[in-house]
């Protein structure tokens, strides 16, 4: 999607190193959300955020954390990465209210932790 | 493109046909749901939402149903396309929340 841009595409890297993955959107849209894809889960809440310094956890947030300083912006930090932190992460973005039209998602950061 | 649903149900259909895609959601309180396409190697795309209030809603050769008796979304495509081979994922979101739960796909393959 042009308005939300995920990097880096694919990234591996060594147990116990720390990674940021970056999210990006143009909307000015206010949430923003993390979430992990892996076989036969489907995808699963790491964290979401309302606004610009306003973040709250989802379902599988341990050894993630994250930042907003800009409404634009919604980096995922893995603190110390594991091999369970192997996965697929998506970004997604909202303009619209509780009540509105769903997300908008990136195009995924596939990690390989080793 | 990344292998995320090796263990998927998986719907197979002739080109041309329909396909009918069944999702059972989990929240009867839930008031908005949405279906969403995943192709090989992207995220997932919207493709038609529904509100609770209503049973059907149609899109171009798509139509999504619900069923809110038995907790059952289904997304309905018509004369199903190669293009349409895909993962897709119903979603459904509670009141007051702007958090979706997202069920854990049906891989649709279109066989020529």
């Known amino acids: 999607d042009a308005g939300i841009t995920q990097s880096p595409r694919y990234k591996i890297t060594e147990t116990g190193r720390q990674v940021t993955l970056m999210c990006h959107q143009t909307w000015s849209h206010s949430y923003m959300f993390w979430y992990r894809q892996d076989l036969g889960h489907g995808l699963r809440l790491i964290y979401y955020s309302a606004a610009a310094d306003i973040t709250d956890k989802g379902e599988v947030s341990d050894g993630y954390v994250v930042s907003r300083s800009k409404t634009e912006n919604f980096p995922l930090t893995l603190e110390s990465a594991t091999r369970s932190q192997t996965s697929v992460y998506f970004c997604a973005s909202s303009g619209i209210d509780r009540d509105g039209y769903g997300y908008t998602f990136g195009s995924g950061t596939r990690l390989t932790v080793v | 493109g990344e292998s995320v649903g090796l263990h998927l149900p998986t719907l197979s259909v002739q080109e041309g046909d329909n396909s009918i895609i069944n999702c059972a959601y989990s929240n009867s309180a839930s008031d908005y749901f949405i279906w969403y396409k995943q192709e090989s190697g992207k995220g997932p795309q919207f493709i038609i939402d529904?509100?609770?209030?209503?049973d059907k809603r149609q899109g171009q050769r798509v139509t999504v149903l619900l069923n809110k008796t038995v907790k059952h979304l289904s997304l309905q495509i018509a004369a199903t396309q190669p293009g349409d081979s895909a993962v897709y994922f119903c979603a459904e979101k509670s009141p007051g929340t702007y958090k979706y739960i997202f069920g854990t796909g049906t891989r649709l393959k279109v066989l020529a």
């Open positions: 529904i509100r609770s209030n209503m």
